[in-house]
């Protein structure tokens, strides 16, 4: 049978933030930028969690817990944006939030 190795971790976070960035890249809609960015930080916790288990230690579960709790208050912080700008500017297209500043 086989075994799970940090490599088969790392396959799986690089593919999850690759998506996430192609995300951030190609659209428009700021919601779902702002989910491809919770996406690449999930990529980020797999990453930690592929180290910990090769290494058969807790720091990287620890690491994934912390950057779960600032991602939540993250969450919070950036949908009280979106929202505060979809009242003001009645879209979430990133076009019409960059006619806000001129």
Do not use: P, Y
């Not at 976070?13 to 996406?39: C, H, K, P, Q, Y």
């Amino acid at each position: 049978m086989n075994e799970l190795s940090a490599n088969h971790f790392l396959l799986l976070s690089a593919a999850l933030f690759i998506i996430g960035m192609m995300g951030v890249l190609t659209r428009r809609n700021v919601i779902v930028i702002f989910m491809s960015v919770e996406l690449m930080i999930n990529a980020v916790n797999v990453a930690f969690i592929g180290f910990a288990w090769e290494q058969n230690s807790m720091i990287g579960q620890t690491f994934a817990l912390f950057i779960i709790a600032v991602a939540a208050a993250e969450s919070v912080l950036g949908l009280g944006i979106i929202m505060a700008l979809s009242r003001r500017v009645d879209t979430v297209d990133v076009a019409a939030v960059r006619e806000l500043r001129e």
